[in-house]
């Protein structure tokens, strides 16, 4: 079985504030000043939270002028919706199973 590592895309996303600052990426890309106008926390504080989701691979960032500017990585994004989409086959075929076989106990 695999290890949890540091840096996973669902462990990033496990905090409420990164799962806001993704909500307002997903609308834009923006920068960090830009986020902390939306959020209820400091920029240093933003600037940390984007560094943990850049190191998960959901976000890239680009220099544009002074400043640096924040947009979701659509590979890290599609890596995490292939990972649901699996959980939910995997569910979805499990069902299945216990419904065939409660069918075949019926009969």
Known sequence: M???R???GWDALGDPTRRAIVACLAERPRAVGE???ELPISRPAVSQHLKVLKDAGLVT???AGARR???LNPAGV???RDQLETFWNRA???YQDV????TKEDK
């Open 35 to 37: 986020l902390a106008d």
């Open 99 to 102: 419904v065939e076989e409660t």
């Open 69 to 71: 500017v924040y947009r």
């Open 2 to 4: 695999a290890t949890y």
């Open 92 to 94: 979805l075929d499990g």
């Open 78 to 80: 599609a890596a995490l």
């Open 61 to 63: 960032d680009r220099a």
């Open 6 to 8: 540091v840096g996973d």
